[in-house]
């Protein structure tokens, strides 16, 4: 009998989960008989739904409606949750280390395969900022959003219970660095639930809270057009924001934020949303790179000059043949991710039962962004919307692009209910340390010395 062609799938983000996806469809003959194979290595068991994250932080949608179990996706795939360390595409070895190897002390295996889709996807890019490692809080991961919710209200507790001006302060005081999707969607849709928290605490008001906006350009969300950035920063300065553009974080050591123009802040809670660069994966590959470290790829999504290996989204500069001009690539985003999955796909199928391949082709259509509840702007087919008409077509946008008819139903339930009822304003900190409580208990009580003789 012949080994099974083997599909490796580096990733389970957008490109990762939505090309095994359609491959498990349209290689369901292959699957059935023998004949193929798909293995998905993925460090998490689930993909994240990451334009939800503000939501999520702000209590709108749960966390796990912000994530699909690839396993229930994926059921005619084979799962690995691990890391892939190195790729030698040449003799077709992909190097990873799984839970598995981790406990066993085996160290890392080599795992063979003949076809290669390689979307570990991106990770924050950070600057040598001193204090950033430190205090610096991501933005990138639903744990960091509904971590960082926590630390939000956990700041507004000190800040009511404090007797010290100075902790007071820094507590209610929130910078978030960068004016991309990330940071203006975070801070806004926090803004708007810290504000909302502050009438049950008796001795913190709205205005109390300051909210800090820094952006080493001079605009923010630029996706959505230079009118419609204007309009936001007009709509987050009303809202009390302070947007400090042209400016960089300097140093956010002993918790005192040092911004470019001079300012110093002090602060509890620097939000780090400033990029993203490709993932350390493709250094460890001996696939050819861009200057930028992105995976050279043609238009058909296969990696240039390489046979049986295929990369989009976050790991690759594909080609933008729609553009009209030579050289310009697809901007590394999840409208052109999710699109690109489709047809690698196709083309691993095409490829496999030797068939033409088909270029990606897709015209940007526009963004849209969320700037709190009920505030919004957008840029769509050239139509320019702000207000209540953008946040609409934001959800609904969303809602019709995030996985699974089950994801659509319960995030659709949970924000009919949260139309209906209040918002919930509850920290959850302990879960991030949820054997804190037990190990207090178990620990041997303190030596306080011989007791005394009776």
């Known amino acids: 009998m012949t080994e099974p062609a083997r599909i490796l799938v580096v990733g389970g983000g957008y490109v990762g989960m939505y090309t095994a996806l359609r491959l498990q469809r349209q290689l369901r003959a292959e699957l059935r008989a023998g004949s193929a194979e798909i293995v998905v290595v993925t460090p998490e068991p689930y993909m994240t739904y990451q334009p939800f994250l503000p939501e999520a932080a702000a209590g709108s949608i749960s966390p796990r409606h912000v994530v699909v179990p690839l ?22 070895t992909a190097t990873l280390s799984t839970l598995a190897t981790a406990e066993e002390g085996t160290g890392a295996v080599a ?15 950070t600057l040598p900022v001193p204090g950033l490692a430190e205090h610096g809080i991501g933005f990138k991961t639903v744990e960091e959003a509904i971590g960082l919710r926590n630390h939000v209200i956990e700041q507004m507790d000190i800040a009511s219970s404090t007797r010290d001006p100075a902790i007071r302060d820094a507590a209610l005081t ?38 800090v906006l820094v952006e080493a350009s001079d605009r923010i969300l630029p996706e959505v057009g230079e009118e419609m950035g204007r309009y936001a920063i007009r709509e987050l300065r009303g809202r009390n924001v302070d947007v ?12 005192i934020a040092v ?68 050289g310009r690539e697809c901007a590394p985003n999840a409208q052109h991710a999710v699109r690109q999955a489709k047809v690698l796909a196709e083309n691993i199928t095409a490829s496999l039962r030797g068939r033409p391949l088909k ?34 077509m934001h959800r609904a946008y969303h809602l019709s692009r995030v996985p699974t008819f089950n994801r659509k139903a319960r995030v659709l339930a949970e924000w009919t209910l949260s ?19 037990f190990e207090l208990a178990a620990a041997p009580p303190p030596d306080h010395g011989d007791k005394p003789s009776s």
Request: net charge neutral; charged share 25%.
């Open 71 to 92: 396993r229930r996706v994926l059921d005619r795939c084979r799962i690995v949750i691990g890391e892939v360390l190195s790729v030698d595409h040449a003799k077709r």
């Open 111 to 125: 795992l063979a395969y003949d076809e290669l889709v390689i979307a570990p996807g991106s990770v924050s890019r």
């Open 174 to 211: 929130f910078v978030f660095v960068g004016g991309g999707y990330a940071g203006v969607e975070a801070l806004a849709e926090l803004e708007d639930m810290a504000r909302y928290t502050a009438r049950y605490h008796h001795n913190v008001r709205p205005e109390d809270l300051r909210w």
């Open 244 to 255: 400090r553009l042209e400016t960089r974080l300097e140093s956010c050591e002993d918790r």
């Open 259 to 326: 911004l470019s123009d001079g300012t110093r802040l002090p602060t509890r809670t620097v939000v780090w949303t400033a990029g993203v660069k490709p993932a350390p994966l493709l250094a460890a590959t001996d696939l050819p790179l861009n200057e930028r470290g992105r995976l050279r790829c043609t238009a058909a999504l296969a990696v240039e000059g390489v046979e049986h290996a295929w990369a989009a989204g976050d790991a690759a500069a594909v080609p933008d043949v729609t553009a009209g001009e030579p």
């Open 359 to 392: 270029e990606y082709a897709h015209a940007y259509v526009g963004s849209v962004a969320s700037l709190g509840l009920h505030k919004g702007v957008a840029h769509v087919y050239g139509r320019k919307l702000k207000g209540y008409p953008a946040w609409f």
């Open 419 to 437: 139309g209906l009822f209040k918002r919930e304003i509850v920290s959850l900190g302990s879960l991030e340390h949820p054997r804190a409580e």
